[in-house]
């Protein structure tokens, strides 16, 4: 299950300097859509990005912006926000995870996929609804279930195997440059961060749905209310917090 197709492009980021917004098209012979939201404030180290994967002219919007001088105003590195699912990987990592919670019997398959079913089929107004059920099936399972569910998805040929490398070489890039990479999706952290630490991203740095649990790390079905639900609107206000 993913958030909206817009994903990081419905971004706004806040009071952090000049934002700016980089709709990358056509990538490479897979014409990949890859929305970039960028909060520029002003330093320079030059990065070569591979242009293996990239059209010539995006390849070209990247260097030139990977080229351009930047610094970490007010002790603040400039960031780069990235979705993840169709935009890091081509692989959906809520469906991995869960596919696997419900093959070990830790999550009832004919309601997971109900909730699939009628979040796909429902109005963008109505899919947070279905977002909070999907939280729901993972009431009363322990972290550390979720934890191992999360290895067994993106271990192997699993979900690893469709990170994206010509991403990987563009987060690396930034990340070079002295840029703050941040992913941010609607997914439960669980099922993304493997794939963050695989593209060197710190667990502080992605902005997931952070599930509730209680103190002996039963999880609740609810998400945390400590941070904003990454869903939509929620993704600003995550960037914002």
Sequence with gaps: MRGPAAGCGALLPPQHGIAQKLGVMGCGARNMRVSLCLLLPSCCVAMRLNPIGWSAQNHARLQALLDQPVSSAHGRAPVAAF????????????????????RKGLVDGDASAAIEREYGRSEEQER??????SFALFKGLRLEQLHAAAEEAWGGPGLGATLR????????CLRAAGWRVLIVTASPAEAVL?????????????LA???EADASGVVTGRPSPVMPLTWREGKAAALDA
């Design 194 to 206: 493997r794939g963050a630490q695989a593209l060197g991203v710190p667990e502080g740095d992605v």
């Design 128 to 133: 947070e609804r279905w977002l909070l059920e």
């Design 165 to 172: 490398p010509e991403m990987a070489d563009l987060v690396s």
């Design 209 to 211: 749905v952070r599930l």
């Design 83 to 102: 979705d993840a699912d169709g935009t890091l990987w081509s692989g959906d990592a809520y469906g991995a995870f869960s596919s696997v919670l419900v």
